[in-house]
Structure formats: C-alpha cells, structure tokens
C-alpha cells in the first residue's frame, strides 16, 4: 500500500477547517468537534442550537458535490478494507469519542488551540496510537 502525500491539496483543507472552526467559536462561541455537532443535531438542545448544526452538517455531505460541480470529478478513494471491519473501526472510534470526551477535530484543532492540557494529551493519544496501528498493519499483518 502506497500514500501519496498531497501538500496543496492538504494545506488547503487545513486552513479551511482552521478558519470554519474560528469563525464557529467567534459567531457562537461553540467548538467545532464532529461529533458533538452531529450529537446536538440529533438531540439538540433547541431550535437554535439544532439549526447552526444542521447547517455544518449539511456543508460536509454537499462539500464534495461543490467539488464535483467546480471540477467535473471526485478524487479518487481507495478503502481496502472490508465492509465489516469498516462497521467495527466505526463502532470503536465511537466508543473512543464517548470515552475520550471528544472527537480529533475538537480536539486536535480546537482544544489544542485553546491550550487545553485534556486536549493535548488526547491529541498525543491519538497520534501515537495511529502510529502504532499503521505499523502494525503494514508491518507486521503485511496489509
């Protein structure tokens, strides 16, 4: 398995996520983690709060739709993974969101900005072990 390392493409999503996560914390204070938005929206607190989050939420599925429209295709995704071991990593990055009190993107871009100590030791946790779980599977399962 090769990854293709794209700098533009990923500075470019970088700063958009940054930005989109600034301007949530200046317009109502809130922090952008994923999960949280998508757990307000589907038990959210009222009107209001349930709108802003539906409103994010409805960028992330037609976010790509725009690329389309602006490029005439999708990048490619290659998933070499099978369908149920998808459904178990999703059903453990879950567990893993409820336990660690927040996603990668609350954590890692927004708590660490606001020099949350719960926030880097979560984003330490995250990345090593991500480190550890490539190693494992390129390495040693040979995937």
Known sequence: METSFTPLASLTGGVLIGLAAVCLMFLRGRIMGATGILAGALWPASRSDWTWRAAILAGMFTGPWIYFGLTGGLPAIDVPSATPLLIVGG?????????????????????????????????LTFMITTALTVYVVRHLLGA
């Open 91 to 123: 059903v453990l990055v879950g567990i893993g969101v409820t336990l660690g009190s927040g996603c990668t993107s609350g954590h890692g871009v927004c708590g660490m900005a606001r020099l949350s100590p719960r926030s880097f030791a979560a984003t």
